[in-house]
Nanobody, 126 residues
Framework: QVQVVESGGGLVQAGGSLRLSCTASGFDFGDLTMAWFRQAPGKEREAVSCIDVNRTTVYANSIKGRFTISRDNAKNTVYLQMNSLKPEDTAMYSC????????????????????WGQGTQVTVSS
């Protein structure tokens, strides 16, 4: 069983930055493909980014160029560096994990990921 825990959310002004962290335990972290999703109140869950075991990354168009996903296998942690934040980035950000070596073409649907964290709230004020 993989446990996933996010941290790093908070309140930031528009144009600011935050770095989210996600730690996964209970499995060899190096064998996990990890992803970030977000959900704003009243909206559908939205895929943000995915990173596979070889550090190949995929980004949603809405955040491309502003967010960077990375991983530190020694710390069992994946990061989401968020720059140039906008009020529309306000959401609950959740981390997901899958014992898989790559981000599949349908990763953004979310269903491929078996393990999810509770989420960390990001609020961007205008």
């Amino acid at each position: 069983q993989v446990q996933v825990v996010e941290s790093g959310g908070g309140l930031v002004q528009a144009g600011g930055s935050l770095r989210l962290s996600c730690t996964a335990s209970g499995f060899d972290f190096g064998d996990l493909t990890m992803a970030w999703f977000r959900q704003a109140p009243g909206k559908e869950r939205e895929a943000v980014s995915c990173i596979d075991v070889n550090r190949t990354t995929v980004y949603a168009n809405s955040i491309k160029g502003r967010f960077t996903i990375s991983r530190d296998n020694a710390k069992n942690t994946v990061y989401l560096q968020m720059n140039s934040l906008k009020p529309e980035d306000t959401a609950m950000y959740s981390c997901a994990a899958k014992v898989l070596s790559y981000c599949p073409a349908y990763w953004a649907a979310g269903g491929v990921f078996h393990y999810w964290g509770q989420g960390t709230q990001v609020t961007v004020s205008s």
